[in-house]
């Protein structure tokens, strides 16, 4: 059975740099879309962007400027960093696997999910 | 990008009911739609994928359909774990993004 497993900081300062782990087991890192979502508290899903197994990535514009992922299939994890955080970063982030081999990309696992504060 | 757009952005229905949520793309998604239910505090769960595929264990009381611009997630007969909301998503185009969530709640 697949996992996936966020690491990180739950509080971050405003303008400095959000960083997070997602650890997977149970599974390859290959071939697949590995994603983070964001969801600010009390509101709905948003896709910030992924990284494949290769290491190619692609980021949603809104964040493009101040996001970077990376994947180490060594480890079997992917990172995501965001910089100068601010208030409206706050949200629960969730690492997901993007399954498009042989259908449309949809997101069969996720993470439990972190919630990261920002805050001085 | 393309915007997601579901009705209604929530709904009271009793246990039993048959239940309709509706999700509208502002351009061509080619049927690229995947649905999720979300439960308070719980992690977002993949229902249908490529807009009328069922996931792996999803029960067969959910459905997905396609009538021209218009993509329907039914639920045949409301259960009482089935209180959520649900959210649509598209995965044709870049940046994937989802709708704002449709809230089903116990009449």
């Known amino acids: 059975q697949v996992q996936l497993q966020e690491s990180g900081p739950g509080l971050v300062k405003p303008s400095e740099t959000l960083s997070l782990t997602c650890t997977v087991s149970?599974?390859?890192?290959?071939?697949?879309?590995w994603s983070w979502i964001r969801q600010p508290p009390g509101k709905g899903l948003e896709w910030i962007g992924y990284v494949y197994y290769s290491g190619g990535t692609n980021y949603n514009p809104s964040l493009k400027t101040r996001v970077s992922m990376s994947v180490d299939t060594s480890k079997n994890q992917f990172s995501l960093k965001l910089t100068s955080v601010t208030a409206a970063d706050t949200a629960v982030y969730y690492c997901a696997r993007g399954e498009g081999n042989a259908s449309p990309v949809h997101f069969d696992y996720w993470g439990q999910g972190t919630l990261v504060s920002v805050s001085s | 990008d393309i915007q997601m757009t579901q009705s209604p952005s929530s709904l009271s229905a009793s246990v039993g009911d048959r239940v309709t949520i509706t999700c509208r793309a502002s351009h061509n998604t080619n049927n690229y739609i995947n649905w999720y239910q979300q439960k308070p505090g719980k992690v977002p769960k993949l229902l249908i994928y490529a807009a009328s595929s069922l996931q792996s264990g999803v029960p067969s009381r959910f459905s997905g359909t396609v009538s021209g611009p218009d993509f329907t997630l039914t639920i045949s007969s409301l259960q009482p774990e089935d209180f959520a909301t649900y959210y649509c998503q598209q995965s044709y185009s870049l940046p994937w993004t989802f709708g704002q969530g449709t809230k089903v709640e116990i009449k």
């Open positions: 149970g599974g390859s890192i290959g071939n697949y879309y």
